[in-house]
């Protein structure tokens, strides 16, 4: 089980990224699968989640309305699109999964077993 992140960059605040996730050793069919960031001294927390078996999604609510997550089946691939981001959107971004659960509002509360290397998210005027 592989997950490899990338899209991260800097963008000024008000501006756009799209985060991608390409999996490998599984397929985007059953499990939850979600977006977490890591700010400098913070804590790791949930940004999205989503259940691959029946598309529901779960949104931290820092990310309501301003981030979207969403998946290509046939690519392997899960993506975040975050718009209007804020200087305190800056983290290191990471994808994760659980291959045992298939519940989006579980995993982002929960602490998932496999884990992505990291994208950097800087937002900076």
């Known amino acids: ?24 050793g599984f397929t985007l069919d059953r499990p939850a699968i979600g977006w977490f960031r890591q700010a400098p001294g913070k804590e790791r927390e949930a940004v999205s989640c989503l259940s691959t078996w029946n598309d529901i999604t779960h ?22 699109e975050m718009n209007n981001l804020r200087p305190e959107d800056t983290a290191v971004y990471y994808c994760a999964t659980d291959l045992g659960l298939t519940s989006s509002y579980g995993l982002c509360h929960s602490r998932p077993p496999k884990w992505g290397q990291g994208t950097l998210v800087t937002v900076s005027s």
């Not at 990338?6 to 008000?14: A, E, F, K, M, N």
């Not at 290509?72 to 993506?79: L, P």
Request: proline letters at 2%; aromatic letters at 8%; hydrophobic letters at 35%.
């Open 1 to 24: 089980v592989q997950l490899q992140a990338s899209g991260g960059g800097l963008v000024r605040p008000g501006g756009s990224l799209r985060l991608s996730c390409v999996v490998s």
């Open 59 to 80: 949104y931290s609510n820092f990310a309501k309305n301003r981030f979207t997550i969403s998946s290509d089946k046939a690519k392997n691939t899960v993506y975040l």
